[in-house]
């Protein structure tokens, strides 16, 4: 049984850094939850937080609902892995995952058994005598897994455990670290900036973005349906198509949203449109992904966008066609840049996370405006300093499609399958969560 809740925590460094800015998340037992954001989003110090390594500055880390701030780590029941495990080179595996054990005091029978139990769970049995050096990078890490689980922790810290292996084996060992928490039902709080790992390894996402949580759900509700524009474009591969449009509400019968030279309807039966026409004359953020577009005939009726392909994309497994269709694009920018980048006037403009783009007669955001949770500026910039960007639609087609930069395309759009956003970055929906 181990359960984790921070109540209001935050974390501020001597040098003033906000790290981590009030964050409530509570953590299920059994649970495999995934910490998600780009790097220097203060992943790391909610960990370390949560393992007694770093003091919060307010708030409550709570360990199977009691107040843990005082507790040091030793009495915490935790294992932790890092990104740089180090294994004693001069001991054997078996040795190695043994160690924790041989501290703890455990008899010589039992310890070996229960290295052997966790070497063959985590397939390095037949290794057992080897030395680190003689050892792939990824039976090194299931050494370091296995040295770490063999404590039975209640508590299980991963701080980007495979982001120094190459992507082959980070495939697969992300669906072994999940198995294998899961079998054993330990609590795990698993850090990452990668989203594809985040979305096939959680039982839940919390997303954050400097310092703050943004949005927290499985991977099925974050990404169906994410809490704020910076979540919409974190998640997901090709990027989800993000365009301004302007709202006119015909009552009882539909929604135009105005998409520069084309328009689409929102049916007035559907909902959402109660919430959107909240916006009637002003700019909102529409939000596609690739999965809500299929390429249709050029004089198909319905909801379609015509537009022509700028240029075109090659996968292999199949082809992306970036097709301008005259709307204008709001850009979520740098979503990966750490903070001090933004040193410099210019790149501040465009620095981590930072929407541009414009919505006419709306105050200026500042340079750094957040897109979302915890900023109450707009995210549909001054036009001032910037020009207007042509949107791009990300449309996926059949491999090596026979069409080319230039050519016309039509798109058929899931009207059910859009997500709206606010000046601010928050979601606009109706009842959702
Ligand atoms: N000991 C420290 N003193 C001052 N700032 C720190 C310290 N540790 C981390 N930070 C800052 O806090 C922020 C969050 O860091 P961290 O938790 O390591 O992020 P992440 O793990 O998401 O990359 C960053 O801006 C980082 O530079
Ligand atoms: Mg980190």
């Known amino acids: 049984m181990s ?9 501020v460094f001597q040098d003033g850094t906000v790290a981590v800015d009030t964050v409530n998340l509570d953590v299920n037992d059994g649970e495999f939850m995934v910490l998600l954001g780009p790097s220097g989003c203060g992943k790391s110090t909610v960990l370390r937080m949560v393992a007694g390594l770093e003091d ?12 843990a701030n005082d507790l040091p780590p030793r009495d915490r029941k935790i294992a932790m892995v890092f990104q740089d495990f180090a294994l004693y080179p001069h001991l054997t595996v078996g040795d190695n995952i ?52 063999v404590r039975r922790p209640g508590l299980f810290l991963m701080d980007e455990p495979l982001s120094n292996l190459d992507s082959g ?7 072994e670290i999940s198995g294998l928490t899961r079998e054993l039902g330990v609590t795990t709080i698993y850090v990452t900036h990668d989203q594809a790992e985040a979305l096939t390894m959680a039982d839940r996402v919390a997303i954050m973005r400097k310092g703050v949580l943004q949005d927290v ?10 809490a704020t524009l910076y979540v919409a474009a974190f998640l997901g591969s090709p990027r ?42 002003e700019r909102i953020v529409v939000g596609m992904r690739a999965e809500a577009l299929t390429p249709v005939a ?46 410099d006037g210019q790149r501040g403009l465009r620095r981590f996370g930072q929407v541009m783009q414009r919505l006419a007669g709306r105050a200026e955001a500042p340079a750094s405006a957040p897109a979302g949770r915890g900023n109450r500026t707009s995210v549909l910039n001054d036009p001032g300093r910037h020009h207007r960007r042509p949107a791009e639609l990300a449309v996926r087609l059949a491999p090596y499609p026979a069409v080319s930069a230039g050519h016309p395309l039509a798109v058929q759009v899931r009207m059910d399958a859009l997500h709206f956003f606010d000046e601010r970055g928050d979601r606009i929906d109706v009842g959702w969560r």
């Open 3 to 11: 359960t984790v809740a921070l109540k209001d925590v935050s974390k």
């Open 56 to 67: 919060p500055s307010s708030g409550a880390v709570m360990l199977d609902g009691e107040v």
């Open 98 to 149: 043994a160690f924790p054990l041989r501290l703890a005091g455990v008899e010589p029978t039992p310890r070996g058994e229960r290295v052997t139990d966790v070497a063959s769970a985590l397939g390095i049995g037949d290794v057992l005598g080897r030395k680190p050096s003689q050892l792939s990078g990824g039976q090194r890490q299931r050494v370091a897994m296995g040295r770490a689980i």
């Open 169 to 175: 084996l980070r495939a697969e060992l992300r669906a």
């Open 217 to 226: 759900g499985t991977p099925t509700q974050v990404y169906g349906r994410p």
């Open 240 to 281: 989800m198509n993000l365009l301004e449009a302007s709202v006119y509400v015909h009552l009882d019968r539909y929604v135009t949203l105005n998409l520069g030279e084309q328009s689409l309807y929102l049916p007035w039966d559907d909902i959402r449109s109660r919430a959107v026409a909240h916006y009637h004359g």
């Open 298 to 343: 050029p004089d198909t009726p319905g909801d379609v966008l015509q537009g022509r392909i700028r240029h075109l994309e090659h996968h292999g497994h199949e082809s992306l066609a970036f097709l301008d269709i005259g709307a204008t694009a709001i850009m979520v920018d740098e979503m990966g840049g750490p903070v001090e980048t933004a040193a």
